[in-house]
């Protein structure tokens, strides 16, 4: 199964970006979609999870700032930052049901 991460990028503090992932050729409506990210030298760090009965749960320290959202017609998941900090520098990885993992997506604040 592929997963396939994109919309990282250079931002300033204070600016906005949104991360999408895709996976096509699976049911995608019957998964959970998470979002993880990892900094250089750190653990892999739950951000965020939205399951198939459309519930959303987010980790506190992106509570308010982070956003997670997905269209299952497109095969797509969404997660939109806001207010982003220095400290939010990572790699952001999608991962499917609990199974399947994206190869990440850069995110780097700074100004």
């Known amino acids: 199964v592929q997963v396939v991460e994109s919309g990282g990028g250079l931002v300033q503090p204070g600016g906005s970006l949104r991360l999408s992932c895709v996976s096509p050729?699976?049911?995608?409506?019957?998964?959970?979609i998470q979002w993880y990210r990892q900094a250089p030298g750190g653990q892999r760090f739950f951000l965020a999870r939205?399951?198939?009965?459309?519930?959303?749960e987010y980790t506190e320290s992106v509570k308010g700032r982070f956003t997670i959202s997905r269209d299952n017609a497109k095969n797509t998941a969404y997660l939109q930052m806001n207010n982003l900090e220095p400290e939010d520098t990572a790699t952001y990885y999608c991962?499917?049901?609990?199974?399947?993992w994206g190869q990440g997506t850069q995110v780097t604040v700074s100004s």
């Open positions: 050729g699976i049911t995608f409506s019957i998964f959970s």
């Open positions: 939205s399951t198939a009965d459309g519930k959303v």
């Open positions: 991962n499917v049901g609990s199974k399947w």
